[in-house]
Each structure stands twice: as C-alpha cells, then as structure tokens.
Nanobody
C-alpha cells in the first residue's frame, strides 16, 4: 500500500512561482522513479517532469524546460517541483506519480509507467 500526497498548489499571478511537494508513504514503499503530470481542463493528462530516485536523473517536458525544476529528498520520500515564470497555460490539476519497481514496459514520459498516483492539486495561474 503506497500513498502519495501532494501539497503546495494554489493561485498565482503570471510570472510568479509555486513549489509543489509530493510525499510518499507505505509499509513497503520504495521508489524507482517519481514524476509530475498535469491535466488542464478538457485535455489529457500530460507529462511535466520526472526524476530517478537513485541517481537523480531528471526529465522535462519541452513546455516547462528552463522554468520548472524537479528534485527529490530521498530521506523524506519526497519529490518537489519548483515552478517559476508561470503562465496561464500552466493552469491544471497537477498529479504526482510514482513507480515502485523497475521493469516497466513504458518510459517515464508515459502515464502507464507509474503505478501509484496522488489525488491531484489545483494550480491556477491568472493573468
């Protein structure tokens, strides 16, 4: 049983910043990869960023590269998403996902790579 809990969302003006956190817990939790996806209203869930747990290798969607930074605190089982230079196109429900073992047939860019998800948190960027 793994639980992911997101925090840090909210309303921000264009050009502002937010920092999202996602903390994982569970009796047998271990993480291979953790990542962030987002789902704007009326659209499909899309990849934002991911990080490998062991080496800290990062992956970013082109739309956020240079603006967002993903990081992790392995001791706290927590992944962060620092979001800078936000614009209204970043408005979405943001989901934290985790992969608890290796061997997935899908890449970290795919929603199918992740076997656990948080409930999602709203990020709204106003102009």
């Amino acid at each position: 049983q793994v639980q992911l809990v997101e925090s840090g969302g909210g309303l921000v003006q264009a050009g502002g910043s937010l920092r999202l956190s996602c903390t994982a817990s569970g009796r047998t939790f271990s993480s291979y990869v953790m990542g962030w996806f987002r789902q704007p209203p009326g659209k499909e869930r899309e990849f934002v960023a991911a990080i490998s747990w062991s080496a800290g290798r990062t992956y970013y969607a082109d739309s956020v590269k240079g603006r967002f930074t993903i990081s992790r605190d392995t001791a706290k089982n927590t992944v962060y998403l620092q979001m800078n230079s936000l614009n209204p196109e970043d408005t979405a429900v943001y989901y934290c996902g985790g992969r608890t073992d290796s061997g997935s047939a899908y890449s970290v860019y795919s929603v199918y790579h992740y076997n656990y998800w948080g409930q999602g948190i709203q990020v709204t960027v106003s102009s």
